[in-house]
């Protein structure tokens, strides 16, 4: 599989992962996955985790958000706690990490495009997100309230809950 083919048929992706590279190119997963490790090698594809890459700035056509990196690395998640916070204005500083709820385990994952964290919730709490866009890219995030929660460790029932007499 030659470069120029592999571009032509998954260049207007934003990000792929292996099964979309093996079912767009028709080559087996096994070729496919080698040839992948050539071009991150090369500097041509950006590993973000196993099995999920984007093009780098040279070869990418599609616009890349480390916001809709950050829904597509752990799935569900939506951003969320101090990153939503400083999105929406009311924290006054930038926050480094994105920082996503997921009802999956609590993960970690670092790469070129940013560091994300993903904090697990319970399916009850896993609520309060709306898709939002930052230069025509677009990813979910927590609105205000939402993240506010998540990001003191309220959760919803014990704050709402009547007091005890």
Known sequence: MKWHSFLQALGDLPLFDLATAVQLTGETRSRVTAQLSRWMR?????PL????YAFSDVYRK???SP???ANEMYRPS?????WALSFYGLVPDAVPTYQSVTTRVTRRFANRIGNFTYSSLKRSLFWGAATR?????AFAVAEPESAFFAATGFSTAAFFAPPAL
């Open 78 to 82: 939506y951003l969320s706690c101090l």
């Open 62 to 64: 599609a616009g890349l």
């Open 67 to 69: 916001a809709q990196v």
């Open 133 to 137: 866009t930052i230069e025509g890219v």
């Open 42 to 46: 090369a500097g041509k594809l950006i």
């Open 49 to 52: 985790r196993r099995g999920l």
